[in-house]
């Protein structure tokens, strides 16, 4: 799941470059300090063509990120999503992964950032099921970790940068070392906080339930097209604080986030949960169609290529 299959042309600061010479000096600020923010996007094939899954609304996130940080981007929202399509197109690709990217690059050493220039790319490639195909299907085996979610008031959930995610790297290795497929982090309180890559929902009979945002959590797209998408479908969503209880007592337990799309979670420290729960099926089954472009009251959300 961590392979790249390279592409031939990578958008950086305003050009394409050949792939293999987007490279970057040992250094760079962000390589040392985590200064750097970015997004995980998805095209999908749709049946009207290629379209990018709220690019918008994810590089007005990342814009937000990096304002957060103190950095100035240098591009306009619609000058990022031009220059996405612009990259899709000429790696000429009709599915891919899409990773925009700003960091703190080669000028400065130390922790203060501002004297060091800000780079900025957006990298393509074809990337399938984050979690493995079979997860899609099956579920997958989580552990709740023994590392704790970061607080946030030291590095905010709501900004989504390279530095958040050591946190993650060592939550997910600590759960493959385990034989769990995917990490639960808990806040520091103890209550639930979200997977490794992804955000987290319960269902208990029939009602969907997921950690609100104040509890530390990224403000996951997918998390917010899940809510919306599941309303619409008549389900009751409550953004509510969950503790560890809740995951084992679940009547169903589902990820969600780009890579990971929806995957249901199948055990959680080994606690089995039914599967394939209904309503898991019945969201996983409505993105898909919402992703693909055959639910045309959710065509706003398609940017297409």
Sequence with gaps: MSEIDEGKYIWKNGQLVAWAEATTHVLTHALHYGTAVFEGIRCYQTVHGSAVFRLRDHLKRMERSARMIG???????DELMAATFETIRVNELKECYVRPIAYRGYGAVGVNPRSAPVDVAIIVWPWGA????????????????????????AIPGAVKSSASYLNSGLAKMEALDHGYGEAILLTESGLVAEGSGENIFVVRDGVIATPPLADGVLAGLTRASIIQIARDMGYTVLEQSLVRSDLYIADEVFFTGTAAELTPVASVDGRQIGLPGPVTSALQTRFFDVVNGRVPEYDAWLDRV
């Excluded at 950095?71 to 929202?77: D, F, K």
């Excluded at 493995?132 to 979610?149: D, H, M, Y």
């Design 71 to 77: 950095m100035e981007l240098g591009y306009s929202v």
């Design 130 to 153: 984050y979690l493995g195909a079979e997860a899609l299907e099956k579920g997958i085996a989580a552990g709740i970790s023994s590392w704790r979610q970061r607080s946030v008031n």
